[in-house]
């Protein structure tokens, strides 16, 4: 979308084996949150893709298409069971009325010694990635269903590739770096939740949404098993119903799985792939953003933008757009 919009005399084409409602990014809650700085990358750069994807979706969900676009605020509370050395995180002042949490919250959560409340954004992405394909398609971008086996396949047809293809990388990209890490979640129906919490360990979080409450979760490294596991449902109800009682009264709608691209870092930058018959393609890729890919997104999105542009410019003549 963001390339797609922003030159808008290229023809951008989404090439994927699996479209919404089936990708990993339809089972994120979506919540826009940052963890622990990611090692190896600039704290000013992530804390730019931290905030670029904020704004970005804040104006969203301040505008006539939040219900459509399924962009929303959300406000909670991230608690945690130590206090910890970082109290107030880099994307503090990114997000609206940051603040610590007073003993009065606190004392709904006796395990827990400090807390963080805030008011962040939240997207529903099995309404949001629609709506996203609806603004590429009017931006005259083209969708196609298709498995690429070799980055290769693709330098005949595109004068640019742009790599997103998640956990896919790791064979796309030869990036052995790049691991599942995978999470369960369900998704209930508790109109009266409007409070998020989450637990700083990332192991049980409460996210009410538009049409319904997602719960989780889990962190399962090199685990590829797609299944729901019943017992796992039964586990993360029982932690979150610690945190949250009445979510006992919830009625299920459904549990999901997804695989998260793990990998110690993300991976944006561009380099050049070259075919057998000679032809330069550059490849902008940008993949492996683990438990963060919707906070990121727009953020990274612009930055692989700049280094497409990039690319345009030191295309050969003959191919030039
Ligand atoms: C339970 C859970 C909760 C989460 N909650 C949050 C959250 O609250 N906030 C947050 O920021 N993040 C969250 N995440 C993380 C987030 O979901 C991911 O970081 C994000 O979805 C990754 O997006 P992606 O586009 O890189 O990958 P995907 O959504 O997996 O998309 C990859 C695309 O590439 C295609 N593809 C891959 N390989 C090939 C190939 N060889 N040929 C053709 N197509 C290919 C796939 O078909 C797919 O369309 C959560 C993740 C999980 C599992
Ligand atoms: O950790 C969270 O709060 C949600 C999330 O990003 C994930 O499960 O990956």
Not at 10 to 23: H, I, K, M, N
Not at 233 to 238: Q, R, T
Request: proline share 7%; with cysteine.
């Amino acid at each position: 979308v963001c390339i797609a919009e922003a030159l808008p005399s290229c023809s951008v084409t989404v090439l994927a084996d699996r479209f919404t409602p089936d990708t990993t990014s339809d089972v994120a809650a979506g919540i826009v949150m940052g963890g622990a700085p990611i090692p190896d990358i600039p704290l000013q750069q992530q804390h730019r893709w931290f905030k670029d994807t904020f704004d970005h979706l804040l104006e969203i969900a301040r505008s006539q298409q939040a219900s459509e676009a399924g962009v929303l605020l959300s406000s909670g509370w991230q608690i945690f069971r130590e206090v910890p050395s970082e109290r107030r995180p880099f994307w503090a002042d990114d997000v609206l009325g940051f603040r610590f949490m007073t003993d009065a919250e606190l004392k709904g959560f006796p395990q827990y010694k400090f807390g963080q409340a805030f008011t962040t954004v939240k997207c529903e992405c099995p309404i949001y990635l629609p709506w996203l394909e609806k603004r590429f398609k009017r931006a005259r971008g083209l969708l196609k269903k298709g498995r690429v086996s070799d980055l290769q396949e693709l330098c005949h047809n595109y004068d640019i590739v742009v790599n997103c293809s998640g956990l896919g990388a790791r064979v796309l990209a030869g990036d052995s770096g790049v691991h599942p890490v995978r999470g369960q979640i369900l998704r209930v129906h508790a109109p009266w939740l409007k409070h998020f919490i989450r637990d700083s360990d990332g192991h049980t979080y409460i996210y009410p949404g538009r049409d319904s409450v997602t719960v989780g979760g889990t962190r399962q490294v090199g685990d590829w098993r797609l299944a729901a596991d019943k017992g796992e449902s039964e586990a993360i109800l029982e932690r979150c119903c610690r945190l949250e009682p009445s979510l006992r009264e919830a009625v299920r709608l459904g549990e999901l799985v997804g695989l998260r691209p793990g990998r110690a870092s993300p991976c944006l930058k561009k380099m050049l792939l070259e075919t057998p018959a000679g032809r330069r393609v550059p490849v902008v890729h940008n993949y492996g953003h683990a438990g963060w890919g919707v906070s990121f997104s727009w953020g990274m999105a612009l930055e692989a933008l700049k280094l497409v542009r990039e690319s345009l410019i030191e295309l050969p003549p003959p191919s030039r757009l």
